[in-house]
């Protein structure tokens, strides 16, 4: 039987931190799935290869990435009902979960399977490479019941508590996957198409050992397939939770979809370089990202124990030690991007695009350690719809502007583009922070009335 891992008790550093460091190890090991593409990709193919992958993926991480903020729902619900002490709601929880994500694992497959060359069109995909995305984004789009499954389970686990399982499964796919990449690129030549169905294969092993670890372990709340149905209340309880971060994460990916459109319009080598940087500055932003749902995890079951003053403390640690890995990030992007971009690619002019565009995203390190935990902080909280709402104003009144307007001023360069994101990640940092200065004064009033830890509190805004 599984244990549930009890953050509103003991220390708060350490038990942090050694939550955090698996989710990270798990998040770059699935960071690597497209990486290797590209990576691999650029090593036996053309620049019209590497572009194809690199558009592709981005597309496919704007699926993953907005599966991953509703699969935030079941985390966050989750470990508020263990915090509140309630694990057969918890239990729900997860077949409600299960029943949303199978509705949409087959509209996402029947979508976009059919229209992916309409996707490659939308994103302006250069023409030499117009074809090989369509089929990258077909293929890894029929695999699409494997990405929401493996969030969904991801989900289930960090509400519990549990940031090892998941970092195992996916260590072993991220092997699979290599070794995929290099028999179907490398081998037998199939280019962007083998490198999509590497990807596929490794996201359905990694589903495969997280049932297994289940089936031998079991949950530690009661659960079984008649668990597996729409509950009312707390389907749209996860839906509350979920949408906002959801349609957030997908409206920010359109954001850095249409700047990749930018640089598909400035041709194959700004895309190509685009891309790379691209890929880069998601391991770059793996630390952020770590720590925003490691808190998320940590804050919701404190926020379902009503111990706010926890709570606020885990997120004074997480932005400390999030800002000291920024720093250690900004220098080495700023000063060895060329380094880094000539993993992924041999082409010089590639390497030198993807350096100069790799050196904005350096000087939002320091920026994203504040963003990424208060967002985290505020997700654990329920706190959806401002997190929905600051991502919102960031992507379209900020990110998008800046990046459209750097890319008319001559010469173009994609480093000035590039400043569009550290622009809309200030702006974001205001928005969420005067909103938990006003947050906290509301819940440490709560603290200081309430008697009774268990109370149950939604506090869900409409």
């Known amino acids: ?39 691999v990709v650029g090593r036996f193919g053309h620049a ?86 369509s089929t990258y984004i077909r293929i890894c789009c029929a695999g699409s019941i494997f990405i929401v499954a493996y969030n969904v389970i991801g989900g289930i686990f960090r509400g519990l508590g549990d940031a090892k399982t998941p ?3 996916v260590f072993i796919a991220c092997v699979a996957n290599i070794l995929g990449d290099l028999v179907f690129v490398g081998i037998f030549n199939m280019a962007a198409a083998g490198a ?20 031998k372990r079991g949950l530690p709340f009661e659960f079984s397939l ?57 391991f770059i932003m793996l630390v952020p990202s770590s720590f925003s749902q490691g808190v998320s995890a940590f804050v919701a079951q404190n ?20 800002l000291c890995c920024g720093v250690c990030m900004f220098f080495l992007a700023f000063f060895k991007g060329d380094i880094l971009a000539s993993i992924f690619s041999t082409n010089h002019e590639v ?5 100069d565009y790799l050196r904005s995203y350096a000087i939002d390190c320091f920026f994203t350690a504040f963003l990424f935990c208060m967002i985290g902080f505020l997700n654990g909280c329920g706190k959806t719809t401002i997190v929905m709402i600051q991502g919102i104003v960031g992507a379209f009144l900020v990110r998008i502007p800046v990046a459209y307007v750097m890319s008319k001023i001559e ?20 928005i969420c922070g005067v909103y938990l200065f006003f947050l906290s004064r509301t819940l440490f009033k709560k603290e200081e009335t309430t008697d009774a830890p268990n109370h149950e509190l939604y506090d869900v805004e409409a």
């Not at 379902?304 to 997120?315: E, F, H, N, P, V």
């Not at 390497?351 to 350096?355: D, H, Q, S, V």
């Open 167 to 169: 970092l195992m499964t």
């Open 351 to 355: 390497i030198l695009a993807t350096w």
């Open 226 to 282: 008649k668990s597996i149905k729409f509950h009312k209340g707390l389907t749209s309880q996860i839906i509350k939770f979920g949408a906002p971060i959801a349609l957030q994460e997908l409206l920010v990916q359109i954001s850095f979809l249409v700047i990749v459109m930018i640089g598909n319009a400035m041709g194959v080598v700004p895309s190509a370089g685009m891309g790379v940087a691209q890929k880069l500055s998601a």
């Open 196 to 215: 999509a169905l590497a990807t596929v294969l490794a996201q359905a092993i990694s589903v495969i050992l997280s049932l297994i670890i289940i089936a």
């Open 48 to 133: 019209a290869d590497v572009s194809a992958v690199s558009t592709g993926s981005q597309f496919m991480q704007v699926i993953t990435l907005t599966v991953t903020g509703l699969a935030m729902g079941i985390t966050i619900l989750i470990g508020q009902k263990l915090g509140q002490g309630k694990k057969k709601d918890a239990g729900d929880v997860v077949g409600s979960g299960i029943s949303i994500f199978a509705v949409i694992a087959i509209i996402l497959t029947v979508v976009f399977v059919t229209f992916a060359p309409g996707v490659a069109s939308f994103m302006n995909a250069p023409k030499e490479a117009f074809d090989s995305t």
């Open 411 to 430: 010469p173009v360069s994609l480093f000035r583009v590039g400043l569009a994101t550290p622009s809309s990640t200030v702006v974001q940092i205001v």
């Open 1 to 39: 039987m599984s244990k549930v891992k009890d953050f509103t008790e003991g220390k708060i550093f350490s038990p942090l931190v050694k939550f955090i460091v698996p989710i990270l190890a798990a998040l770059f090991l699935q960071t690597m799935y497209g990486a290797v593409d590209l990576l």
């Open 303 to 322: 926020y379902g124990a009503q111990k706010y003053d926890r709570a606020k403390k885990a997120l004074i640690y997480a932005i400390g030690t999030s």
